[in-house]
């Protein structure tokens, strides 16, 4: 009789905790996978949704894309995210679920607002979206962004978002954070924090590769989704706000520096190198509180037999490259490289930390750059 | 049914409910949870090091009307302990029911579990948390692994958060905690201990700030706290902790068995804690009773909106004070004396 007590009980336990109800039927449950987030012009709240058909059969009401889509689009303007979300639990006609979002679209002009910080914050708080979910800040329109996403070469919709963004991370032309490296940054102490950069305009890549054309970064090579859209470059927050725009090749120097990627391509004097990172790159902020200098040191090897000659070449060209990078960032008072957490460590408390004005210190900071390149090939 | 508990499964009872008591008040409970934490729980567990060693002189010296108070004292830090426990779970069974079950439904699987755990008695859930204890260090192992890349020692800095007083605030608080969770151990049975006994529960509460330090402290390493000091509703603070926003989905699996797991234990002690201190100060009420009277009590307070009131985190704040305070006097007015004098 005991046992038989003890197993009821042990079962609607189990039941209980993992929250089995009907209401959790996969059928019932509308999973958002792509979010865009924009503001119109009157200053609405717009978000845009994409979630997959159960059946050929459901249609979307929120100005979709073509019936063949495999998924739905829904499109609501409201006064604030918080209506807009309660507005697509009603248009939607299944359960609005966000628990398995994968990736939130904000516009340039939405990211550029004093109150984004708020907005994202409002975003974190939203039930179940906090899971690792992917962010672009775009150009153009949110909506239009989201509703361009499709999974064109078979796969979900879901395993491509990750395909694509994990090849270009592995190819350096974008930072590896994701929302809530945004979120966390912009409310903590560190340094600033970087979301990918995409656009739709394919003109956008012959205007980022006539950029800059005297730099050894390839700033050609824009990653191109099969959807034809692009992934290209960071946008830098500060205080939660978009402040600054890095290009591609900028952002490639800004992995190395981060240690988020192994390897760039660097073109002089019409040959181009492959270079690997030696060691994990090197960053100090120096001793004295009032000027600090700020230092970073980065060891590469090529893959290929170069002259002392080439190494001091591909050496000062990087170096002139990431100073240049450092500078602009400084002129914008961001500080994407990680030297906030390193000049925080000299603090005993946070508000030692808040007074010393880290932004204000970095922006007149003396940079100072080193970098080593020599030749792993065999003579 | 007389409620009791061996010293060995208490002790082991007691350190993993202090561990997961300090963790989930410092990080989870806290609507803004503060730099400094893991400092706070190592400053709470030197804090209480006294107290539960003065434990044993107010069982000894105190004589039957301290005790009797103290034991009051234990029981209602307990009681409010079990239904802050069972609010927890039941939250955290709302985050996955996506809040559509109503709260009472939600608190029952952990009622009942309380109830079947206390009517098992003490030392069942004292050696369920020496099993708990093994498999927790295998399941935070395989955490710590898989989230290793995500770890950022640095938001460890500036090394004392917004300050000594937070630190000190935070670490009175973690040691009101251990002073009273170290309840089970001191008035199991029929109470008083010899010397081997006080040093059980100072070892308790040494390994368990440890370990509650070590968890905040991977915590950080992972959710920056936030220097605006914004309130984080309690969804967010539970998703920062499982999923972080930042790793992978399939490691919410560990990381939400090592959650219930480390709540349950907690559960069960301070539960059975309650239960075997009503029945010692009504000794003619049967251990059924007791269990179902504290099961009853912790699911109305937990229902009440008492867990999540500015009253209670002043009490939290000032039980440390009053145990101190308590075993000060009672041990100053019978005259200092070790066990073995007595």
Same mark, same amino acid.
């Given at each position: 009789m005991r046992g038989c007590i003890a197993a009821a009980v042990l079962v609607a336990v189990g039941m209980s905790l993992s929250a089995c109800s009907p209401?959790?039927?996969?059928?019932?449950? +509308?999973?958002?996978?792509v979010m865009g987030i924009d503001r119109t012009e009157n200053g609405e709240i717009e978000l845009t949704i994409r979630i997959p058909k159960i059946g050929q059969s459901e249609s979307s009401n929120g100005g979709?894309?073509?019936?063949?889509?495999?998924?739905?689009?829904?499109?609501?303007?409201?006064?604030?995210?918080a209506r807009a979300i309660d507005a697509l639990q009603v248009m939607v006609p299944r359960e609005l679920n966000l628990s398995h979002i994968k990736l939130i679209i904000a516009s340039e002009r939405i990211a550029g607002r004093s109150d984004f910080r708020e907005l994202v914050d409002q975003i974190a708080e939203?039930?179940?979206?906090?899971?690792?979910?992917?962010?672009?800040?775009?150009?153009?329109?949110?909506?239009?962004?989201?509703?361009r996403m499709d999974s064109v070469i078979g796969t979900r919709l879901s395993a491509e978002i990750d395909a694509w963004f994990?090849?270009?991370?592995?190819?350096?032309?974008?930072?590896?954070?994701?929302?809530?490296?945004?979120?966390?940054?912009?409310n903590s102490l560190y340094s600033d924090p970087t979301a990918v950069w995409g656009f739709m305009d394919s003109g956008e890549a012959d205007r980022a590769a006539s950029l800059n054309l005297d730099s050894p970064m390839r700033r050609d090579a824009v990653m191109e989704s099969p959807s034809q859209l692009f992934?290209?470059?960071?946008a830098v927050f500060r205080g939660g706000t978009l402040a600054l725009r890095l290009d591609n090749g900028e952002t490639q120097l800004l992995n190395l520096a981060l240690n988020q990627t192994r390897s760039i391509s660097v073109a002089l004097a019409g040959k181009s190198y492959e270079l690997t990172r030696a060691h994990r790159s090197k960053k100090s902020v120096s001793s004295e509180k009032n000027n600090p200098r700020v230092e970073l040191e980065i060891s590469l090897t090529c893959?290929?037999?170069?002259?002392?000659?080439?190494?001091?070449?591909?050496? +000062?060209?990087?170096?002139d490259s990431l100073l240049a990078l450092v500078r602009k960032c400084q002129s914008s008072k961001v500080d994407p490289f990680g030297f906030a957490e390193l000049a925080a460590g000299r603090f005993l408390t946070t508000g030692e930390w808040i007074d010393y004005n880290w932004r204000s210190r970095f922006a007149q900071a003396e940079p100072r750059i080193v970098v080593h390149a020599k030749s792993s090939a065999v003579p | 049914m007389k409620l009791r508990v061996s010293p060995k499964p208490a002790a082991f009872s007691a350190c993993a409910a202090m561990a +997961?008591?300090?963790?989930?008040?410092?990080?989870?409970?806290?609507?803004?949870?503060?730099?400094?934490?893991?400092?706070?729980?190592?400053?709470?567990?030197a804090l209480s090091v006294p107290v539960l060693w003065m434990y044993g002189h107010v069982s000894v010296v105190g004589g039957r009307t301290a005790r009797t108070a103290f034991q009051g004292f234990i029981l209602a830090a307990s009681l409010t302990g079990s239904a802050v426990t069972m609010a927890d779970i039941a939250h955290s069974a709302g985050y996955l029911a996506l809040d559509r079950v109503a709260p009472a439904v939600l608190l029952l699987p952990a009622a009942l579990a309380l109830f079947w755990c206390i009517t098992r008695n003490g030392d069942s859930i004292g050696y369920a948390a020496m099993i708990w204890a093994r498999l927790f260090a295998l399941l935070l192992l395989i955490v710590v692994i898989l989230q290793f890349p995500y770890y950022r020692p640095e938001w460890l800095r500036p090394i004392l958060g917004s300050g000594w007083s937070t630190v000190a605030r935070n670490a009175v608080r973690a040691a009101g905690w251990f002073c009273t969770i170290g309840g089970i151990w001191i008035f199991r049975e029929d109470g008083g201990e010899g010397r081997s006994g006080k040093n059980a529960i100072l070892l308790s509460c040494a390994v368990s700030g440890a370990i509650a330090a070590l968890l905040l402290a991977l915590h950080a390493m992972l959710a920056p706290a936030f220097y605006s000091g914004a309130a984080l509703s309690w969804q967010l603070r539970l998703d920062a902790l499982l999923t972080n926003g930042r790793t992978p989905l399939y490691?919410?699996?560990?990381?939400?068995?090592?959650?219930?797991?480390?709540?349950?234990?907690?559960?069960?002690?301070?539960?059975?804690?309650?239960?075997?201190?009503?029945?010692?100060?009504?000794?003619?009420?049967?251990?059924?009773?007791?269990?179902?009277?504290?099961?009853?009590c912790a699911s109305a307070l937990a229902l009440s909106g008492f867990t999540g009131s500015r009253l209670l985190a002043l009490l939290i704040r000032y039980q440390y004070i009053a145990a101190a305070g308590f075993c000060a006097i009672v041990a100053a007015r019978g005259g200092l004396q070790t066990c073995a004098d007595a």
């Open positions: 209401s959790m039927e996969v059928e019932n449950q +509308a999973y958002v996978l979709g894309k073509d019936e063949a889509s495999p998924y739905l689009t829904y499109a609501v303007r409201a006064g604030s995210y939203t039930p179940h979206l906090y899971n690792t979910a992917r962010f672009i800040v775009c150009e153009g329109s949110a909506g239009d962004y989201a509703k994990d090849h270009c991370i592995q190819q350096g032309f974008i930072p590896d954070s994701c929302f809530a490296d945004v979120y966390y940054a912009s992934l290209s470059g960071a893959e290929d037999q170069i002259t002392n000659g080439q190494a001091s070449a591909i050496e +000062a060209a990087l170096t | +997961a008591r300090v963790f989930c008040g410092l990080s989870v409970d806290c609507v803004s949870p503060g730099y400094a934490a893991w400092l706070s729980a190592i400053i709470g567990a490691l919410q699996m560990p990381m939400i068995i090592l959650w219930y797991g480390g709540l349950f234990h907690l559960l069960g002690c301070e539960g059975f804690a309650a239960a075997m201190l009503l029945q010692q100060m009504a000794p003619r009420l049967d251990g059924r009773v007791c269990a179902g009277a504290v099961t009853l």
